[in-house]
């Protein structure tokens, strides 16, 4: 393993190269992992595009499962999964982990649209204070 702070000269070229990381970067990776670590412990297992999917419903909240596909450049079927997973029932029929959840669109019955769920909101909410640095 490097260590971070660790400098040393390149071979012959008098360069020197760093790798020492400034305090807020460091401070912004500790709380990416702590962000993350919250996620597995949820879902040990949970594919990172899940994660990606989820985040672009937070961000975007209400649009329909094509729409977060096109956006987020995933698969229907794979956006779909990660719906199924991550809402009240899993596909498997396992519970699911309730973060989000469908409701039909009022200007079209067949179409329905992505939410958080109250869970889901405060989960992202938390997530967001994390990156902050408030704690």
Known sequence: MLNVDESFEDQGKGIIVSNIMADDERKALKGLSD???????LRPNMPMHQLVVMIGVALDEGKSLKHYSTTLGYPTSSVSRTFLDNGPKMRTGEEGLGLLEARQSAHSLREYETH??????????????????KR
Do not use: C, N, P, Q
């Open 35 to 41: 962000v993350l670590d919250e996620f597995i412990k």
């Open 116 to 133: 958080l769920t109250v869970k889901g909101r405060k989960m992202f909410k938390d997530t967001a204070k994390k990156l902050l640095g």
